[in-house]
């Protein structure tokens, strides 16, 4: 860099730097200090923060009231199964994004993804106006229709050969309102068999899936799939070609190519992805809120039992807070970059 | 070409391509069914008589009569529209300041960066209770100023049923800048070197550059953190929950904690559908410019 | 390998995890219930005690917020991994569930206890649907009650209201002596009770009962001059109370009284819990008053869900049961609890003077109103603590835009 900047010039800045990052970091500091001390302590800060005695009762009484033990195998239950079953569905359709032999484009690209675009706004319209039509008039031309329209972007979306827009219709889903998909997938977890029976007209019988590790892991994994699968793409996207190549070339199945060639030297990007997600399935509260209470409920469930009956209670609550986040804080130390780039979709490499 | 080569050219196309398509359909089968499915399942609940329990019956527009006749919603749309736009401007300004002040080649930079990216690892649940204490009307701040000797300093905003949107707003950005500092910092990073070694020949005042030079440039990246931080305006619900829980009154209630409200302790599953389906129309309405302006930055490279 | 062999145990007991909520133990039930304050909890740990020493064991399910533990007990219910035992406020809440199918039936207990006779008709009616028995009712809560701190009345010189008149024009007095006149805490749900603690009290049982009753006297109700005076009445309530309102937790706002800070707060009798945990006697360190007019009845029952591959209740079910209805538990619970026995055959005069109160406005039907649970559906109820807060929150909103609003949300909901 050309720019030279004088000393004073220098320290000044690090000075700001300092009052910045202390004014960004207080609320935290605040929290780790009111957690260790005793309540009454806690309520007389920042006054006393130096002069009161330190603590860990606090601890002691949020994890003999919470089991905060029994949150964290929950939270790691769900992370890891949810990664790992993601990692099923992802490596191979990242693997199909980044290593598809790409031909020459014989069309114009704009036009077709133009009609991509029009194509998507179009299914999800109509597929409204038909569904509603389908239960109403009870025509099966009408639910045929239907299929079509769920069938048809599928088929365009497989089919279209720019990666990117692949990418982009898949992240855009993660951007719709979770509360949009609730009340479907609520349904689906408990009321099940009076779902299908009146929808589809099929009796499956009626089984639970609310607070249940078999209901948590599933729709983790959803949720977050499509990051799942841009992480793998961008990390299998710099193994180099011509070693692929070189493998099929010697005859090497499509098996054989995803577990002798490409896993190996997958690794460190899928630990990467396993991390991220651990990150995302820690902090995710909508619907770990809406759908678990005990068996399966996580930390961020966890945490948000002391907030209505324990307002007042600051440094219990300072303290579980503390203790939801902690395993953040160090994981976020190692994982930033990763953080950064799972979650911004890729503007950030 | 003939028929028959382009049959053939078509052919291997297929035996090139097949394998991959296979891979990707089970993902995108999921993807559609699970994503799309749902949110027409609520469409279409919107329109039938749900109370407890799901019935696909046909109430016409019913539930959007009633929806816009609420107050609570109504408030509630226009709570999500100020915060949003505040929001949005706050985050994408601060960020913006933030990574700026990283470029300039700070000491610890490292350590900085982690530091304003704290809050963004945090979820909002614990964001909102920690900001909950921050803002209370005798604790947090307004106690920490006056033990610094400024007796009468009152901050009350949380309780001010005008002002406490702008608490959620305070709590947003503070969580959410960091983000789009790591955004746009490694915008900053990409710029030539020789730029500035031009500016300062010219003798051009640094901010200048920022503002005239480099923001320009930055305009994907800008776009990208906004979209980002609108996505997290129409999901916001647990800072609420956590911090407000609506009040003072309904002045700060918001859309989603609308539907779940319905949903679950008014036993109301079509009008908390009927929202539900405006909240979804109203983020196509966002995300769908956004896809479309992405492909065409990205038309001509290949991804 | 050991990578392998973890993961094996990983999913193994994730597995057991699911599988580990139905407890193979007879005499072991598991409770859902929402009482996790400290006066609550301890209420609800004379049951639990009872229970274990008569050779239960009491499996604990505590979910704070009633809202949520319902939301929590019905999707266990209905997803077929039902509690022993959950909790419900007496009224229409169990309907559901009691059409479904998913609850035994108390028939046996209730014929063995000769529960008909002992309850008053209106809890026994509360319990029942078609004849059939599905609810242990367990306790008589008070909702329209006003508790004040005596020290804070002594200090300020002034005798305790009577009525919202006496309210009115006492607060000014406390006020001026920097007492916080009234504790609230800002929810809708508390907002409600105050709200109906007015409109008993000042509008009258009569239109209490019109405005929660059928719609179209409902609209009659609302439409009648004195209801608008109620709403100016309510609203400047909010004169009297401290900025730290906003969001507060009931049990935080009687620590307020309880400590001398404010003056009074108008709660369910379920505060007195609060007192007697703090070590406070009514009579001497807190007062009650009626400030209702009357008695608005509420409470709590508990049924008892299907188990899986049962056809009656369980000998833990059962014994449990037995030993909350009984009278010497019953007492030692509602002592406790700050509320009064179901059963009208216990002698009541070992509990404080605002419980005796309670129970001699039992004895009097003229004095009973029915809380919101039994009159209005959940989707009304909310509509209206909707309507409610906006206006007690919003300084510029007229009586006259209330009015109209409320008349609305009952228009409007089912």
Redesign the interface.
């Known amino acids: 860099m050309a720019r030279r900047e004088s000393l004073a010039k220098k320290s000044a800045w690090t000075l700001v730097a300092w009052a910045i990052g202390f004014v960004m970091f207080f609320p935290i500091f605040w929290t780790g200090i009111a957690a260790f001390k005793s309540e009454a302590d806690a309520y007389s800060l920042p006054r006393t923060w130096l002069t009161s005695p330190w603590t860990l009762e606090n601890f002691a009484i949020v994890q003999a009231r919470s089991n905060y033990l029994q949150y964290v195998f929950n939270t790691t239950v769900i992370a890891v199964l949810s990664t790992l079953l993601g990692l099923a569905f992802a490596i191979p359709a990242a693997w199909g994004m980044a290593f598809q032999p790409e031909t020459k484009p014989s069309v114009n690209l704009s036009g077709k993804a133009w009609a991509l675009i029009l194509l998507f706004f179009f299914a999800v319209t109509a597929a409204i106006a038909l569904s509603v039509g389908w239960r109403m008039t009870d025509n099966p031309l009408l639910g045929l229709a239907l299929i079509l329209l769920f069938g048809l972007p599928i088929a365009a979306w497989v089919w279209t050969r720019r990666t990117g827009d692949k990418l982009l219709w898949m992240l855009s889903t993660k951007m719709m309102p979770p509360a949009g998909a609730l009340i479907p997938i609520y349904l689906i977890f408990n009321r099940n068999g009076l779902v299908f029976r009146q929808w589809g007209g099929v009796d499956l019988g009626d089984w639970n899936l609310i607070d249940t590790f078999a209901g948590m892991v599933p729709l983790m994994m959803l949720l977050n799939l499509p990051i799942v699968i841009w992480m793998l793409y961008t990390y299998f996207k710099e193994i180099p070609f011509e070693i692929l190549e070189a493998a099929r070339m010697d005859g090497a199945g499509l098996w054989q190519e995803l577990s002798k060639v490409l896993a190996p030297m997958a690794v460190p990007g899928i630990a990467s992805t396993l991390l991220l997600n651990v990150i995302l399935s820690w902090n995710e509260a909508f619907w770990t809120l809406n759908l678990t209470n005990k068996n399966a409920a996580p930390l961020s469930f966890f945490i948000s039992e002391y907030s209505s009956p324990e307002g007042q209670f600051w440094a219990k609550l300072s303290a579980a807070s503390l203790m939801a986040i902690a395993p953040i804080m160090v994981l976020g130390w190692f994982s930033q970059r990763q953080l950064v780039r799972g979650l911004t979709f890729g503007a950030v490499k | 070409m003939t028929p028959a080569e382009s049959a053939a050219k078509f052919r291997a ?1 297929l035996r ?2 097949a ?27 919107s ?1 039938s008589s749900s ?6 019956d ?1 109430a016409g527009g019913e539930q959007y009569s ?1 929806l816009f ?4 919603f109504v408030e509630s749309t226009q709570h999500i529209a100020l915060f949003g736009v505040l929001f949005i401007v706050a985050s994408l300004t601060l960020g913006f300041l ?1 990574a700026v ?1 990283i470029d ?5 930079e490292a ?16 964001t ?7 803002l ?5 701040i307004e ?2 100023v006056r ?1 610094w000797g400024f007796a009468h300093f009152t901050f ?1 905003w ?2 001010d ?1 005008n002002l406490v949107v702008y608490t959620l707003v305070i709590a947003a950005v ?1 969580q959410a800048s ?2 789009v500092m ?2 746009l910092l ?1 915008g900053l990073r990409g710029v030539d ?1 020789e730029l ?2 031009a500016t ?1 020949i010219d003798a051009i005042p640094t901010w200048r550059v920022y503002w005239s030079v480099i923001l320009p440039t930055l305009g ?2 800008l776009t ?2 906004a ?2 931080l609108a ?1 997290s305006v ?2 916001l ?2 800072l609420v ?2 911090m ?2 609506g ?5 700060s209630e918001v ?2 904690k609308f ?11 079509a009008l ?2 009927a929202a ?2 405006m ?2 129309v109203t ?2 309405a966002v ?2 410019p956004w ?2 302006f ?3 930055r ?2 001509g490279v ?2 | 390998m050991r990578f392998k062999a973890g993961l094996m145990a990983f999913v193994a007991t994730a597995a057991l995890a699911v599988g580990a909520a139905r407890a193979a133990d007879p005499n072991s039930v598991e409770v859902i219930h929402w009482w996790t304050s400290g006066g609550e909890a301890a209420a609800v740990k004379v049951f639990a005690d009872a229970f274990d020493k008569a050779g239960g064991k009491w499996i604990d399910a505590a979910i704070a917020n009633g809202d949520q533990a319902r939301a929590a007990g019905i999707n266990r219910i209905i997803g077929g991994n039902p509690p022993g035992m959950m909790q419900f406020n007496t009224g229409k809440q169990l309907d559901e569930l009691v059409k479904g199918g998913y609850l035994d039936t108390l028939d046996a207990l209730a014929k063995a206890g000769n529960w008909a006779a002992v309850l008053p008709k209106s809890i026994a009616a509360a319990s029942m649907r078609d004849g059939h028995w599905y609810a242990l009712p367990v306790n008589i809560h008070g909702q329209g009650w006003m508790f004040y701190s005596v020290k804070a009345f002594k200090d300020a010189g002034v005798e305790p209201p009577k009525t919202w008149a006496d309210v009115l024009a006492d607060a000014p007095k406390l006020k001026a002596k920097g007492i916080i006149p009234i504790a609230q805490g800002g929810q809708p749900w508390q907002e409600h009770i105050l709200f109906d603690d007015v409109l008993a009290g000042q509008g009258g049982s009569d239109m209490f009962l019109k405005v929660y009753g059928d719609k179209k006297t409902a609209a009659a109700a609302v439409a009648d001059p004195k209801f608008k005076a109620v709403a100016e009445t309510f609203k400047k309530l909010k004169d009297f109370m401290d900025p730290g309102e906003a969001g507060r937790n009931w049990n935080d706002a009687t620590a307020m009284v309880i400590t001398g800070k404010a003056g009074m707060q108008m709660m369910g009798d379920w505060a007195k819990g609060e007192f007697s945990h703090a070590n406070q006697t009514a009579g001497k360190d807190y007062g009650c008053v009626p400030i209702s007019g009357g008695y608005i009845i509420g409470g709590d029952v508990f049924v008892f869900p299907k188990q899986a591959g049962a056809s009656d209740l369980s000998a833990g079910q059962k014994l449990l049961a037995e030993t909350m209805f009984s009278p010497a538990i019953q007492l030692a619970f509602n002592k406790v609890k700050g509320s009064i026995p179901v059963r009208t055959d216990v002698d009541t005069s070992s509990m404080d003077t605002c419980a005796q109160q309670g129970a001699a406005l039992m004895k009097d039907p003229s004095k009973q109103l029915p809380s919101l649970n039994y009159l209005i559906s959940p989707d009304e109820a909310g509509a209206l603590d909707d309507v409610i807060t906006k206006y007690f929150n919003t300084p510029d909103e007229t009586a006259d835009q209330f009015v109209q609003k409320f008349a609305d949300a009952i228009k409007n909901s089912a």
């Open positions: 196309r090139n391509q394998p991959a398509a296979l891979a990707l359909l089970p993902a995108a089968i999921v993807v559609a069914v699970v994503y799309v499915g749902s949110m027409l399942m609520t469409a279409r609940l329109f109370h407890m329990l799901p019935t696909f046909w009633r006749d609420t107050e609570r933030l002040f300039q080649k700070v000491r610890f350590l900085f960066r982690t530091i304003f990216l704290y809050p963004f690892s945090m979820s909002f649940i614990v909102g209770l920690v900001w909950q204490w921050m209370h009307p005798e604790l947090g106690k920490t033990a009350r949380i309780v049923e503070w960091g983000l790591a955004i490694a070197a500035w070694k300062k994907p990246m990208t953190a979209v980002l996505v129409a999901k619900f647990d929950v956590a407000t829980r009040g003072p009154g309904i002045s859309p989603a539907i779940m409200d319905n949903f679950f302790g008014r036993s109301n599953v908390g559908s539900a389906t909240l979804l983020v196509v995300v769908g896809v479309y992405e492909h065409f990205r038309k290949r991804a």
